[in-house]
């Protein structure tokens, strides 16, 4: 006797923290707006007060829900459009959209029997332009469902058409830039080969021997032999000294320079040895 007093006073104090009173021994009538917590979408239903019920299952993404006969239940949800599994038998099924965001079923059973439904979140939010209604009949069912808001259709533009070209300076090449302008080659329709620009190299030196003279050149020398000399230098240095026959501190250091170069002692004194060293790179 004592355990089933304790039963029962459990069963009353959870229906009173669920804000539901007793219709019957099988119907429970909802005295306040109660609110139903699902874990896949993660969002929140409220179930209406006055809202009437034989049983109710809260899935992780699903509510099911028996409505008894000649009994109202309305759900919302403030995320997401409310969508019903399970055709309506006897009654009527209606989902509303109100602004700004707010879906509402309201599952009304006939007289002639119960309706059990599954209620499901749909992936869209509900759209306060859409709205549905709808009565019902003792022969037969009916549903009315909003549309989920309609998706925006994405614009594709159309890709720029370029008009091909014979860009100048690209020849018949796509590829790399144009050797007078610059530009890119790309879309280049020309077809002629392209002209080298390159500068033709001019040789070294054509003389093919030098007179240094039969004396010692150093630094203060003047005359024909310094000429040859500074000419032999230009033409196999590539110096541009001006040919004056002048001797000065500056062609010496280039003449130890290439005495170095060329294993001889670096003396700046152009005597026998680097005379024919010199001939002798010709």
Known sequence: MIKKLKIGLLIVTLVFFMGINSVNAADLTYSADTTVDLSSPDIN???????????????????????????????????????????????VITTTCSSPTLSTMRITASSSGAETITVTPSSSACSPSGGGGGGGGGGG????????????????????VVTPAVIEGCGSRTTGFSTTTGVSCAGNTGTTPEIPTTTPTTPASSVSSYDFGSSILKNGSTGEAVKELQRFLNATLNLGLVVDGELGPKT????????????????????????AAMLASL
């Open 141 to 160: 069912g009916s549903t009315t469902t909003t549309t989920p808001p309609a998706v925006t259709p994405v614009v594709v533009e159309s890709p720029v």
């Open 252 to 275: 010496i250091a280039v003449i130890k320079q290439w005495q170095t170069d060329h294993g001889l002692v670096a003396d700046g004194l152009v005597g026998p040895a680097t005379k």
């Open 45 to 91: 239903l409220t179930i209406l007060s006055g809202s009437v019920a034989t049983s109710l299952v809260v899935g992780t993404g699903t509510v099911v829900v028996t409505v008894p006969i000649s009994s109202t239940f309305t759900i919302t949800s403030a995320d997401r459009f409310l969508t019903a599994t399970g055709e309506s038998q006897f009654g």
